[in-house]
């Protein structure tokens, strides 16, 4: 309540002619305790803080004896059993939830439920069967990737292969691929050739891989394409130092062998020799 007369006798104005956002201070009494205190005039409220904070707590301790059973709303809660649409698992309600007609135990379950295939709405007739335009091997892709312009290959190998094919890179044995893999038959060592885009580690595509489960893969690099000495406009994915550093990564150790070392005549012999290196043999 606001005290008229004794902010006039204090302050020498009256409350009712000030504006109701005004910051001069007026005399007021708190509608439980009484007390007399000092706010202004756009802060006043009825009851002071001690009681508006006694009432909260009071209006707390209302609501908690009231929680559960003793509610006068309470029907049992968590009563009625349901079997969950989506994952076959038991589960209790409320009866309100149950009359409001919940099906799923979580909402995960509930939006696998909304949205699985032909309810959801971006469904086109499920997945398209194409053939992959490398190996020839049928497969399945969703609409969507086929409506940007992809789904063309089966798999990462068969795309970075047709890459491969597009930059002009040779899908066949090289002279010095072929030396190599002579000298891998003549002394029954465990190389098998991937340069044609068969197997990939990261970004790249070694010319021979180790088939006795040791991560070695071998290199033919010829002189001009990945010599930064003869080209210096090569690419940072096509030397030594790159390929070396990528493989470490992920466990593989690279063996490099130059055209040249493939060219000499004792070229069997540096070979075994630099795979003894490795135990590779």
């Given amino acids: ?32 305790c009484g007390k007399i205190r000092e706010k202004a005039k756009h802060d006043y409220r009825a009851i002071c803080f001690n009681c508006s904070v006694h009432s909260e ?37 409320y009866p309100c939830e149950f009359k409001k007609g919940r099906k799923c135990c979580s909402k995960s379950c509930a939006m696998k439920k909304r949205f699985s295939e032909n309810k959801h709405p971006s469904w086109k007739g499920g997945n398209i069967e194409r053939i992959c335009k490398i190996c020839g091997k049928s497969f399945k892709v969703k609409p969507s990737i086929v409506k940007k312009g992809n789904g063309i290959y089966c798999s990462r190998s068969c795309a970075m292969k047709a890459i ?11 002279k010095p691929e072929l030396i190599f893999e002579q000298i891998c038959k003549k002394n029954n060592l465990p190389f098998k050739y991937t340069g044609d885009g068969d197997f ?19 290199e033919i690099f010829g002189d001009y394409w990945h010599s930064p000495l003869l080209n ?17 990564k992920y466990g593989w150790d690279l063996v490099i062998f130059w055209q040249t070392d493939l060219m000499r005549k004792d070229a069997e012999l540096y070979i075994l020799n630099q795979l003894e290196k490795y135990n590779a043999r």
């Fill in 164 to 174: 491969r094919k597009k930059i002009g890179i040779p899908t066949h044995h090289t």
């Fill in 1 to 32: 309540m606001i005290l008229e007369e004794e902010t006039f006798q204090e302050y020498g104005y009256y409350p009712s002619d000030l504006p109701l956002r005004s910051w001069k201070p007026i005399l007021c009494t708190c509608d439980i």
């Fill in 232 to 248: 210096y406009k090569i690419k940072e994915d096509r030397t030594l130092s790159y390929r070396k550093k990528i493989l470490k």
């Fill in 57 to 93: 707590v009071r209006a707390n301790k209302i609501s908690e004896a009231k929680k559960g059973d003793k509610h006068p709303w309470w029907k049992g809660g968590k009563s009625i059993k349901i079997i969950c649409e989506t994952c076959g698992k038991p589960f209790f309600v």
């Fill in 200 to 218: 990939w580690i990261h970004n790249i595509n070694p010319d021979f891989i180790n088939c006795n489960g040791k991560k070695i893969a071998v």
